[in-house]
């Protein structure tokens, strides 16, 4: 996730030691864009995407964050 950032030219939040909510929903959004799929709770534990704790501290849920993504819920 990092590299992927990098290389295309974002900074990567960890090197700022916080991410926004907004960033937090762009990158569920992208993904889902790209990828046509929902982004799982793999995803996120093989750092393709934040860490779930991170999504977890600002949003409580996956469900939240998928819903302010415009993500359609399973």
């Known amino acids: ?5 990098k290389s295309m030219g974002e ?4 090197q700022r030691n916080k ?4 960033e937090l929903i762009s990158y569920f ?3 889902y864009k790209e990828t046509g799929n929902i982004p799982t709770y793999s995803d996120l534990k093989r750092g393709i ?3 779930y704790t991170t999504y977890r501290k600002h949003f409580g849920d996956m ?9 359609p819920l399973v």
């Open 1 to 5: 996730w990092k590299n992927a950032l």
């Open 11 to 14: 900074q990567v939040a960890s």
């Open 19 to 22: 991410y926004t909510d907004e």
């Open 29 to 31: 959004a992208r993904f």
């Open 49 to 51: 995407l934040p860490d």
């Open 63 to 71: 469900n939240e964050v998928r819903k302010l993504a415009g993500i």
